[in-house]
RNA sequence: GCGGAUGUGGCGAAAUUGGUAGACGCACUAGACUUAGGAUCUAGCGCCGCGAGGCAUGGGGGUUCGAGUCCCUCCAUCCGCACCA
């Protein structure tokens, strides 16, 4: 029997859709426009394996479904093509990364193009090329360039300080910038040195050099950000991670932590994932203020977020790391402190925090001054207090903290409530409570105490009511080979930026990929790494661009890559706004996601970009994981036993590539030529077959569980991979790979080619009018793939055309009235066939240009039906696929109905109550 | 510990958001057809029962004429954060 030559005809279509630039997007005003956009991936030397494309195949689908209602989409990919990987490649076999990535990129587009999606490939970025990463160097020195107002609350151009600060000073200014900026007056400032007002800039400054406390991988050489950082060690490879002070880049985010999380509100994006992002951004309301300590001129800073309880403090305590520590020591507690200290340092970072449960701490010996009562509190140093978040010290009230209460019971402190309630142990009265013990706080609940304390500490000028974010500045250089430059020389130990006209500034070439003899980033290697200006030649920045650098702004170049005067056009800018549906993993939550709408606010306070939020809705496709196969080997043999028989022998699992498994059957002929030890295998089988077990694993080589796009493809069609990769189950989860479903969706496809071919394969298409029965299937399925449409359940539609084609099937319909809308409705998910038989039905455009086909409510009507009889006097009736209609139809449509005129011939009704969109209540 | 999510047949999953639970697909069973295919078609398929019928959406309780869906509670699994004062 004939049968669809999906080969042949995907093939056509691809070439078709390319040579026409089916997909290329103009700017065109009188369309509304669509923005799509995908997470770019990184083009690995593994290649795609079928878990990559989901996101991909989603957003082609809803690309392709607005494509048919009239907008102007824009659907682009492209590389984030530096990183990691291709360095340590490099590492090992000397090959340039330049060259590996070019390879990776090609392969990837070849598997991209061959499943059919609707991509610009005229918009294709790569972080990697120097055209792209001028722009990247560009932003980076605009950033430089910036300093954060905190009057107008947006970043400003730093030579509106400069002039600031010649006319007075930096008293009058209020901008965020380093802890210990000393202050000045103008006059100070014009007597400063050149070297000197850098140095005072670059605290201002949105990027700047800093002494910071970074995670330093002595493994792969380089720093790395919080969110590259887990549990103590490196994200990729695994490799430990230490606390390290160093000479860093670092970009202030800090000063957009509150519209970073404003922000969040206005977003479309799954509650995980900006809950992720609010703890990261971690905003405590609270106090600061200031103990004296006793009989020395010390003082020492806390942070609290209950000054309400502050009656109740009965010591403080200090991370071990502070440096007040030194003067506040005494004698007779020199020797236990230093003791401690040492202890406290050894355990790493990573056993500090996996141990909580030990408490440990030692006494100062000296003692703090609570200046509300003028109390005598001994000081502390613990390490359950952190040096890096606050003041490094905080003021304890064992009687409210769960912490404090631990620490002081196992040192013998004392515990002094303060809010009304039972003190139990362990159970601390939480958020409410009426406040005791407290003088003047006495009988206040915790808001009005906490206003009344604080306005004690300003009116002493002790202390202030203060916001604290837990959110650091970003690290921005690492001491890697395959990143961007950063457009910055030195002179007398001062970063400036190179000249605009000399960008990009491209990456040089090294002899090794690897840190120099002594230390220094491996474009240490580089020669003539330096920079000429008029008055010398300064050594250039040895650091590179973090990964995260280029593509925090990608979704702005891709509206107009090729443009050599701007990163973006603004009138271009201007029209495709901001990403209206962004599709990519969960894992970038911390990271990229946050960057982005980070680098987003500062180009638009700078007035480069036109909105200030990237990403307006945002899904997170879920991971799909790999299926592994094993087979059974009887221990000290070659033979092999099927999975349900093997517990009757002794056996070894052996992981078996599951591309010669079927329906997990072996298929024992490519098993023996698998490998060569394998040739001679024997088997145990049952009912004739061998059956494999299976387990659900990640994706890799070595399990030998990787299925590639292009087997499958190989094998159904591009058409099936997509089908089936929406039919697996809703797109949020995640979910194995496994083929055993997927004849079902190629019995689909084949099924519907069936419906308008004859048995020899010849077309056989009837021009008849349709019959109701046959429009009522169509408009079934028309309206429930918009339905699904609109909350992404690609899922149930793929089950919908299912149903359709069955039903017209068992009709024998091979109506041109209806066939064609039908080919219009899978077009997006099948785009391949779909696009040959809108050919076949004599269309000369291609189907992309079709308009989506209007359901009709009036065929849909019929299947009113009654459920259940009567209860209260009233009917209901149901009517299930009525629920776009109007209030009136429905109830005309249910007062029509046959059962309800039977229902209603003894009785009249007083009113007919109709709850939209589902049941109509016929009161009598 | 805190926060978030999820829990439905042998399996992937549906359920018009409070209205016939298990659509659709896989697997399985029986049959048909045949130049024997990893092809196609027809029928069956939650559990118990010969049957009528009964029981079923992680467990228990509640609201309701009616609960997979809402409320309370417990259990399990997954994800994120984790001495953040």
Redesign the pocket.
């Known amino acids: 029997?004939a049968?669809y030559n999906f080969r042949e005809a995907e093939k056509k279509w691809q070439a078709f859709w390319e040579s026409s630039q089916t997909f290329n997007a103009k700017i065109d005003p009188s369309r509304t426009k669509f923005y799509a956009l995908d997470m770019f991936p990184y083009p690995s030397g593994a290649g795609l394996h079928v878990g990559h494309p989901l996101g991909y195949i989603a957003s082609d689908i809803v690309t392709r479904y607005k494509r048919l209602q009239g907008y102007n989409v824009l659907h682009p990919m492209g590389y984030d093509s530096f990183g990691l990987p291709a360095e340590q490649y490099a590492i090992q076999t000397g090959q340039h990364p330049a060259v590996t990535t070019e390879e990776n990129i090609n392969r990837y587009t070849q598997q991209l193009k061959n499943i059919g999606f609707a991509f610009d490939w005229e918009k294709e970025v790569r972080t990697s090329d120097p055209t792209y990463y001028k722009w990247t160097q560009w932003i980076f020195m605009q950033f430089f360039n910036s300093y954060y107002d905190k009057k107008e609350d947006k970043a400003q151009a730093i030579d509106g300080l400069m002039k600031a600060f010649r006319e007075n000073g930096n008293q009058g200014v209020e901008a965020v910038c380093d802890e210990e900026t000393p202050s000045f007056s103008a006059g100070e400032w014009k007597s400063f040195s050149e070297k000197r007002q850098q140095e005072i800039l670059l605290r201002y400054r949105l990027a700047y050099l800093a002494e910071t406390t970074v995670n330093w991988c002595a493994d792969l050489g380089t720093v790395l950000s919080?969110?590259e950082v887990?549990?103590g060690f490196s994200e990729r490879g695994g490799h430990p991670v230490e606390r390290k002070k160093m000479m860093q880049w670092s970009m202030r985010i800090t000063a957009y932590a509150e519209r970073l999380l404003k922000g969040l509100e206005k977003l479309e994006w799954?509650?995980?994932i900006k809950?992720?992002q609010r703890?990261?951004i971690?905003k405590?309301i609270?106090a600061e203020m200031v103990f004296q300590v006793k009989d020395q001129e010390v003082k020492i800073k806390?942070?609290?977020?209950?000054?309400d309880t502050i009656y109740g403090t009965t010591y403080l305590?200090l991370?071990p790391e502070s440096e007040l520590i030194d003067q506040l020591v005494t004698k007779e507690q020199k020797e236990t402190i230093e003791n401690y200290i040492l202890t406290a340092k050894n355990r790493s970072e990573r056993e500090?925090?996996?141990?909580?449960?030990?408490?440990?701490g030692a006494f100062t010996g000296s003692y703090a001054i609570n200046p509300f009562n003028n109390e005598e509190i001994p000081i502390w140093v613990?390490?359950?207090?952190?040096?890096?978040?606050?003041?490094?010290?905080?003021?304890?009230?064992p009687a409210h903290?769960?912490?404090?209460y631990?620490f002081a019971q196992h040192f013998g402190l004392e515990i002094r409530q303060v809010i009304e309630g039972n003190l139990d142990q362990g159970s601390f009265p939480g958020k409410g409570g009426t406040i005791m013990n407290s003088d003047f706080l006495n009988g206040l609940e915790m808001q009005d105490a906490m206003v009344k304390a604080i306005g004690f500490l300003e009116e002493n000028q002790i202390g202030k009511g203060k916001i604290?974010y837990?959110m650091r500045d970003a690290i921005f250089t690492r001491q890697r080979y395959w990143g961007e430059p950063l457009p910055v020389y030195f002179k007398e130990g001062v970063p400036y930026l190179i000249d605009e006209k000399d960008l990009p500034l491209v990456l040089p070439e090294v002899d090794k990929y690897l840190p120099t003899e002594d230390g220094a980033p491996p474009l240490g290697r580089a020669k003539n790494w330096t920079y000429k200006t008029d008055d010398g030649e300064y050594p250039l920045e040895l650091s590179t661009m973090p990964g995260w650098a280029g593509s925090s702004w990608y979704f702005f170049r891709y509206m107009d890559p090729g443009n050599n005067r701007e990163f973006v056009n603004k009138d271009i800018q201007a029209y495709w706004e901001a990403v209206d549906l962004y599709i990519g993993g969960?894992?970038h939550?911390?990271g990229h996601l946050l960057y982005s709408r980070f680098w987003t606010k500062f180009l638009y306070d700078r007035d480069l970009v036109t909105v200030n939020e990237p990403f307006k809705k945002m899904i997170n496709q879920g991971m799909i994981q790999g299926r592994s196969n094993f087979v059974y080997r009887i221990k000290g043999t070659n033979q092999y036993v099927s999975y349900h028989l093997k517990d009757s022998y002794e056996t070894t699992a052996m992981h078996v590539d599951v591309n010669i498994v079927?329906?997990d059957h072996l298929?024992l002929d490519k098993f023996k030529a698998w490998r060569d030890d394998l040739a001679g295998a024997t088997f145990i089988l049952e009912?004739g077959k061998y059956i494999c077990g299976a387990e659900v694993e990640k994706m890799s080589k070595s399990k030998y569980n990787i299925v590639s796009p292009d087997d499958v493809i190989e094998?159904y069609g591009a058409d099936t991979l997509r089908l089936y990769e929406m039919?697996?189950?809703?797109l949020e989860?995640?979910?194995?790979w496994?083929?055993?479903?997927?004849?079902?969706?190629?019995?689909?496809l084949?099924?519907l080619w069936?419906l308008y071919h004859d048995q020899d394969g010849k077309l056989d298409v009837s021009e008849e009018t349709p019959s109701r029965e046959e429009l009522k299937i169509l408009h079934k399925t028309i309206k429930k793939t918009e339905?699904?449409m609109n909350?992404y359940?690609f899922?149930?539609s793929?089950?919908?055309?299912?149903?359709c084609v069955?039903e017209l099937?068992?009709l024998k319909c091979n109506k041109k009235a209806i066939l064609e809308p039908l080919a219009i409705i899978i077009s997006p998910y099948a785009p391949h066939i779909a696009e040959e038989l809108w050919s076949l039905m004599g269309n000369d455009r291609s189907i992309v240009n079709a308009s989506f086909p209007q359901f009709k409510a009036d065929l849909l009507v019929e299947d009113v039906?009654e459920?259940?009889v009567s209860?209260?006097g009233k009917v209901?009736v149901?009517?299930?696929?009525s629920?776009s209609l109007s209030k009136e139809e429905i109830e005309k449509a249910a007062m029509e109905n046959k059962v309800v005129q039977k229902w209603l011939e003894a009785k009249t009704p007083k009113k007919v109550i109709v709850?939209?969109?589902?049941?109509v209540?016929i009161v009598i």
């Open positions: 029997m049968d919080n969110d887990k549990d799954s509650e995980p809950e992720m703890n990261w971690g405590s609270g806390v942070f609290t977020t209950r000054i305590a991370a500090r925090l996996s141990d909580v449960k030990t408490i440990s613990a390490d359950y207090v952190l040096a890096g978040y606050g003041t490094g010290a905080v003021m304890a009230v903290d769960e912490r404090d631990n604290q837990r969960a894992e939550a911390t079927y329906n298929d009912d094998r039919f697996l189950g809703p989860q995640f979910k194995p496994n083929t055993n479903g997927i004849d079902g969706v190629f019995k689909f084949k099924k069936r339905e699904d909350d359940s899922n149930t793929v089950s919908s055309f299912m149903i069955n099937s068992s039906h459920y259940p209860i209260n209901r149901k009517l299930p696929l629920i709850v939209p969109k589902k049941i209540n």
